[in-house]
């Protein structure tokens, strides 16, 4: 009874979104994919042994997500955005990203940060300034460089004492949400679609005061409903673009 109820409530929301605009006057995009530019992975099994998180070439994603029928490209790989220069060079019309490893440093975690539209020399800088996400996000703002907190519940710590602190500061510092990863299971879509739509000004004022941030270093308005976004973070081209964005 549990699942099923997760999975009609979440399936009403999707319906609900899919009403919100004519198919015709929508593109469709995984916002959330990697190739084998991800080749350095978080986990220090995979780091230590040198294995990449997959060996899927890009020409064989771009297939599968054009086969799903994605309208635009993007490849979101880890800490680089290779396999879309290369794309870019070989003319095809991509949307550049990366999924960049990010430093929560108070609470001594790493946290992915889906990043869009950069150029090739704020790469560079969003590279350096990703062991402070404080840093990480101040630049995107600056930069007008649109950033999504992809799957709010999973990141990289030792630290066993996670509190709710971390996901106030997160509401203040991101106005974009992952909500449907297709790698996560549905109890944590569900679980984040609640949380963010839960996310009202006041809320967010009052975590803003009591942890000293500014929303607006973030070009977070808390007065606008977050953005909630889908992505298959697929890894071997078999789910990529059965979900995603449109």
């Known amino acids: 009874k549990f699942r099923n109820s997760l999975t009609d409530e979440f399936n009403a929301y999707l319906f609900r979104e899919s009403q919100r605009f ?6 469709r995009i995984d916002l959330h994919c990697h190739d084998m530019n991800s080749d350095t992975p978080d986990e220090l099994w995979g780091r230590i042994l040198g294995l990449p998180e997959t060996w899927l070439e890009t020409g064989k994603l771009v297939k599968r997500l054009n086969r799903n029928g994605s ?37 001594n975690l790493y946290l992915h940060v889906l990043t869009y539209g950069f150029s090739p020399e704020q790469e560079v ?12 996000l101040r630049y995107a703002a600056e930069q007008d460089i ?18 709710l602190v971390l996901f106030e500061k997160l509401a ?3 106005q974009r949400f992952e909500v449907l990863n297709g790698q996560r299971d ?11 739509q839960g996310l009202t000004p006041e809320k967010i004022l009052a975590y803003a005061k009591k942890h000293n941030l500014d ?30 964005t449109r």
Not at 125 to 136: A, H, K, M, P, S
Not at 148 to 162: G, M, Q
Request: aromatic share 14%; with cysteine; hydrophobic share 40%.
């Open 71 to 107: 309208d635009v490209i993007t490849i979101t790989n880890h800490n680089n955005a290779r396999s879309c220069w290369a794309l870019l060079d070989k003319g095809y019309d991509v949307l550049v990203g990366a999924e960049f490893t990010c430093y929560f440093p108070e609470a």
């Open 125 to 136: 800088v969003l590279f350096e300034t990703r062991q402070n996400i404080y840093q990480f």
């Open 186 to 196: 549905l109890w944590q879509s569900t679980l984040t679609l609640n949380w963010a």
């Open 146 to 163: 649109p950033v999504v907190l992809p799957h709010p519940l999973y990141f990289y710590t030792s630290n066993e004492n996670i509190d």
């Open 22 to 27: 004519a198919s015709e006057d929508t593109l």
């Open 172 to 174: 203040v510092m991101f």
């Open 215 to 244: 929303p607006q270093d973030f070009n977070v308005d808390p007065h606008a409903p977050k953005i909630l976004v889908g992505g298959s973070d697929d890894h071997m081209g078999i789910f990529a673009g059965q979900c995603g």
